[in-house]
């Protein structure tokens, strides 16, 4: 497996302790979460239905305010792993640095990847991806200059896994337009990441392309009944983006006392540069906090959010130190 934030058998490993004692807060996952009630017994017993997954499509589309085509697939990671066989092979160009699966899972299914630092050099690619907002760093992209690549590309890929607390730069409005594919991401906003959720917005050919391909029960029906309660939970959405705005100041004023700096994030993660981003993360780690650092950049340490009071304690004790 290539390096991901929530390994926390490896931060077990180096420093002890058991899974209990550690806050993990090296990925962007939501750790205050939809509150999941419990699932009817046929959610468990009976495969998904036709009606039941469409509930689920129509859910996320009201969600993402679209009339989009649409499917649900097993998190936004499965839609990656189909994407090298949504079109022909040809020239993949993935603005970087970003999220690590894209380039090793076209290279992998004999793709022509190369990653590069500005949308204008995505121009003339067969699949072009853009994660937006993007991780590691949360730089954003304008609407405009997105969609203005489309008739430059063959196929534009936008990943919008960490658009919902920011819904302003999501094209999930434009998607259903020819070339344009969108994926989002349900487990980070939401929380549950376990559940394995997410969508693929497109145009009605490409979704069949996916649905194909992704086979006829896509999803659980456990993440078909949880999804289609928390999508439709507008109180909910609204209450968790403002919490998540405030909570990432409060983790940006935090860390100054460190001396470290604002490279970037989103209202699920923050991204600093600490300077020497292993002594950071090991500082942390002595107190159980574990976070993410990258090697291509030696200085950026990611954190996420802490879920409660006795978190947030804890994060500012061992900062203090």
């Given at each position: 497996?290539?390096?991901?934030?929530?390994?926390?058998?490896?931060?077990?490993?180096?420093?002890?302790?058991?899974?209990?004692?550690?806050?993990?807060?090296?990925?962007?996952?939501?750790?205050?979460?939809?509150?999941?009630?419990?699932?009817?017994?046929?959610?468990?017993?009976?495969?998904?239905?036709?009606?039941?997954?469409?509930?689920?499509?129509?859910?996320?589309?009201?969600?993402?305010?679209?009339?989009?085509?649409?499917?649900?697939?097993?998190?936004?990671?499965?839609?990656?792993?189909?994407?090298?066989?949504?079109?022909?092979?040809?020239?993949?160009?993935?603005?970087?640095?970003?999220?690590?699966?894209?380039?090793?899972?076209?290279?992998?299914?004999?793709?022509?990847?190369?990653?590069?630092?500005?949308?204008?050099?995505?121009?003339?690619?067969?699949?072009?991806?853009?994660?937006?907002p993007n991780n590691p760093d949360g730089r954003q992209h304008d609407r405009g200059e997105l969609l203005?690549?489309?008739?430059?590309?063959?196929?534009?890929?936008?990943?919008?896994?960490?658009?919902?607390?920011?819904?302003?730069?999501?094209?999930?409005?434009?998607?259903?337009?020819?070339?344009?594919?969108?994926?989002?991401?349900?487990?980070?906003?939401?929380?549950?990441?376990?559940?394995?959720?997410?969508?693929?917005?497109?145009?009605?050919?490409?979704?069949?392309?996916?649905?194909?391909?992704?086979?006829?029960?896509?999803?659980?029906?456990?993440?078909?009944?949880?999804?289609?309660?928390?999508?439709?939970?507008?109180?909910?959405?609204?209450a968790t983006a403002a919490r998540l705005v405030r909570d990432a100041a409060l983790l940006d004023a935090?860390?100054?006392?460190?001396?470290?700096?604002?490279?970037?994030?989103?209202?699920?993660?923050?991204?600093?540069?600490?300077?020497?981003?292993?002594?950071?993360?090991?500082?942390?780690?002595?107190?159980?906090?574990?976070?993410?650092?990258?090697?291509?950049?030696?200085?950026?340490?990611?954190?996420?959010?802490?879920?409660?009071?006795?978190?947030?304690?804890?994060?500012?004790?061992?900062?203090?130190?």
């Amino acid at each position: 497996m290539r390096e991901h934030g929530g390994n926390l058998d490896v931060a077990r490993q180096r420093f002890g302790g058991c899974a209990e004692d550690w806050i993990d807060l090296s990925t962007g996952i939501n750790r205050v979460p939809y509150p999941v009630r419990d699932v009817e017994p046929n959610g468990w017993n009976a495969l998904p239905s036709r009606s039941d997954i469409e509930a689920l499509h129509d859910a996320a589309r009201h969600a993402y305010a679209t009339t989009a085509p649409i499917i649900a697939l097993a998190g936004a990671q499965a839609a990656i792993q189909l994407l090298p066989h949504l079109v022909a092979r040809g020239r993949a160009r993935i603005l970087a640095p970003t999220y690590n699966e894209y380039a090793a899972v076209l290279s992998a299914a004999s793709w022509h990847v190369s990653e590069v630092s500005d949308l204008a050099a995505l121009a003339g690619a067969d699949l072009a991806v853009v994660v937006n907002p993007n991780n590691p760093d949360g730089r954003q992209h304008d609407r405009g200059e997105l969609l203005g690549l489309l008739p430059r590309v063959r196929r534009l890929v936008v990943d919008e896994s960490f658009a919902d607390a920011v819904p302003g730069v999501s094209l999930a409005r434009e998607a259903g337009r020819s070339g344009l594919v969108i994926l989002r991401s349900f487990g980070k906003f939401y929380g549950l990441a376990g559940l394995r959720l997410g969508f693929a917005l497109g145009s009605e050919g490409d979704i069949a392309a996916l649905a194909a391909m992704a086979g006829p029960w896509p999803v659980s029906g456990p993440a078909i009944a949880i999804g289609r309660r928390a999508l439709r939970d507008d109180e909910w959405t609204r209450a968790t983006a403002a919490r998540l705005v405030r909570d990432a100041a409060l983790l940006d004023a935090a860390v100054r006392s460190r001396g470290w700096t604002l490279v970037g994030g989103t209202p699920l993660f923050r991204l600093y540069d600490t300077g020497d981003a292993p002594t950071a993360q090991e500082m942390l780690a002595r107190g159980r906090i574990w976070s993410r650092v990258f090697g291509q950049q030696p200085g950026w340490l990611r954190l996420g959010l802490p879920s409660d009071e006795r978190e947030w304690s804890r994060l500012a004790a061992v900062l203090a130190r």
